[in-house]
């Protein structure tokens, strides 16, 4: 079983940045599709971006595109999010989720929090002055 642990939320103040990591155990993320979902209080669970670790194939939700990035982890299973010019609006819980079977493809966007079986934790990115 894939457990996956998320760090480097914290407070920051808008137009600032963050760096999330996602690291994985008990399996070769290599084979899996790693994606960053978030949930903020009240609201529904929204896909932030994506990462298919068998072609490098990137996907971002329209609200974070150019100010996010995902990114494999210099070491082996991770997975980066750096956040840029950080607004209120993405204060949240982030999470990671991966999954490889059956094999998701980061151009089906949005993708759906139940078609993933691992999970971490979440971590909190709280933006604010």
């Known amino acids: 079983q894939l457990r996956l642990v998320e760090s480097g939320g914290g407070l920051v103040q808008p137009g600032g940045s963050l760096r999330l990591s996602c690291v994985a155990s008990?399996?070769?993320?290599?084979?899996?599709?790693v994606t960053w979902f978030r949930q903020a209080p009240g609201k529904e669970r929204e896909g932030v971006s994506c990462?298919?670790?068998?072609?490098?194939?990137?996907n971002y939700a329209d609200s974070v595109k150019g100010r996010f990035t995902i990114s494999r982890g210099g070491a082996k299973n991770r997975v980066h999010l750096q956040m840029n010019s950080l607004k209120p609006d993405d204060t949240a819980v982030y999470y990671c989720?991966?999954?490889?079977?059956?094999?998701?493809?980061?151009?089906?966007?949005?993708?759906?929090?139940?078609?993933?079986?691992?999970w971490g934790q979440g971590t909190q990115v709280t933006v604010a002055s």
């Open positions: 989720a991966a999954e490889r079977e059956p094999h998701y493809y980061c151009s089906a966007w949005p993708p759906r929090g139940a078609d993933y079986g691992s």
């Open positions: 008990g399996g070769i993320l290599d084979d899996y599709t």
């Open positions: 990462l298919d670790l068998t072609d490098d194939a990137q």
